[in-house]
């Protein structure tokens, strides 16, 4: 016998069709192994948006109140090209001298690919 596999658009769908055919929620929610304020919220997305609704929605944040700013960003960047050997307390400083104060992380914005990998998984012994 094989597996049925289905969706999540389609498990999230039989899930609101059920609960609009009058079951009850908290047995969805068990049979469906979720919780339920999730059924609940299926359920309102689905009255209010229809299908779309239902679907899967981005994780990301919506708004980033501590992000540096583009302006203070792309000076940093500026700086950077015009003093390759200088890292990131001088051009603090700099940046400080021209006028522009704290709230930015200026090692995060010179390098966001570059932050140390975990040390301690390079020295594990191998297993094969």
């Keep these: 016998m094989s597996w049925r ?7 999230r769908m039989e899930f609101v069709v059920r609960a609009c055919g009058g079951e009850s929620l908290s047995s969805l929610c068990r049979e469906f192994a979720i919780t339920r304020p999730t059924g609940y919220l299926w359920l309102k997305r689905f009255r209010e948006q229809g299908v779309a609704g239902v679907r899967e929605h ?6 980033s109140p501590r992000r540096t ?3 203070i960003e792309a000076r ?13 307390r001088k051009l ?3 940046l400080q ?10 090692h995060r914005q010179l390098s966001p690919q570059n932050r ?13």
């Excluded at 940093?76 to 990131?88: D, H, K, N, S």
């Design 5 to 11: 596999l289905v969706g999540v658009l389609e498990q």
């Design 58 to 63: 981005s994780r990301r944040p919506q708004r």
């Design 69 to 71: 700013a583009e302006m």
């Design 97 to 106: 001298r021209v006028g522009i104060e704290g709230g930015f992380n200026a």
């Design 92 to 94: 603090a400083v700099l």
């Design 76 to 88: 940093i960047v500026e700086l950077r090209l015009q003093r390759p050997g200088w890292g990131a």
């Design 116 to 128: 140390k990998r975990c040390t301690w998984a390079l020295n594990l012994p191998s297993l094969v």
